[in-house]
């Protein structure tokens, strides 16, 4: 079997300004006990268009180098108040990800502040859940195993009419997929929060910071246990 896991920050456990990919994640704690492969594309700072973009790519090749394999991929996804600016110079060029940067919606770039002042929730909440029902459904094509959840705390994905018609399609096959924790009743944040983790930069993030091994090794038991597809 194969796990593979991407995200931003929260799956990375980012220590001193470095992600740890391969350090005390849940990711790696869930391998250890299946005794399964761990490949972690996590990136600090990921949109979600990152996170589903290189998944997608990931896994095809995977799928492709491995057709016998059981493959499984845990989706940590992030807040919509994150974008990404593409340049002519590879950002990564050790994880060729693409001419790409990502941004959150407080940093200075003048790109990024002309994109907050155009910010519709109704919008980036319709081509999330687009991106979220292509990605699922690309993987069950090839047939590879899939959990996905919200990095971020309940709350930070502002609510918005679901019954439009340009979004109520997107949302009931969202709402109705089971290996989907949705952004409206699970965030991994609130889920450390509730079980008595305290972040790590608590002082810096507040209750949106990151958490320590003892979290990430409760949330893998948690997966295990819930969840049961491993």
Same mark, same amino acid.
């Given at each position: 079997m194969i796990l593979y896991s991407n995200s931003d920050s929260y799956g990375v456990?980012?220590?001193?300004?470095? !992600?740890?990919?391969?350090?005390?994640? %849940?990711?790696?704690?869930?391998?250890?006990?299946?005794?399964?492969?761990?490949i972690n594309r996590g990136r600090s700072g990921s949109c979600n268009s990152r996170i589903m973009r290189t998944s997608t790519r990931d896994l095809i090749k995977?799928?492709?180098?491995?057709?016998?394999?059981?493959?499984?991929?845990?989706?940590?996804? +992030?807040?919509?108040?994150? +974008?990404? +600016?593409?340049? &002519?110079?590879?950002?990564h060029p050790e994880d060729q990800d693409g001419h790409f940067k990502s941004y959150l919606a407080g940093d200075g770039n003048p790109l990024i502040k002309q994109w907050v002042m155009q910010y519709n929730n109704e919008a980036e909440q319709t081509n999330l859940l687009w991106q979220v029902l292509m990605f699922t459904n690309t993987l069950k094509s090839y047939k590879i195993n899939y959990l996905i959840w919200w990095g971020t705390k309940i709350g930070v994905v502002k609510?918005?009419?679901?019954?439009?018609?340009?979004?109520? &399609?997107? %949302?009931?096959?969202?709402?109705? !997929?089971?290996?989907?924790?949705s952004?409206? &009743?699970?965030?991994?944040?609130?889920w450390c929060l509730d079980q008595g983790h305290i972040p790590f930069d608590h002082k810096q993030y507040g209750d949106h910071g990151h958490h320590g091994p003892e979290a990430h090794k409760q949330f893998a038991e948690y997966l295990i246990a819930k969840k049961s597809v491993f």
């Open positions: 456990l980012p220590q001193h300004g470095q !992600d740890t990919p391969y350090g005390e994640v %849940y990711g790696k704690f869930i391998a250890d006990q299946i005794g399964s492969k761990f995977l799928r492709s180098e491995n057709p016998n394999k059981k493959i499984q991929a845990l989706i940590s996804l +992030t807040t919509t108040y994150r +974008t990404e +600016t593409w340049v &002519d110079t590879n950002v609510p918005i009419e679901y019954s439009n018609p340009f979004i109520k &399609d997107f %949302y009931q096959e969202f709402r109705k !997929d089971k290996n989907i924790l952004f409206e &009743d699970f965030g991994f944040c609130n």
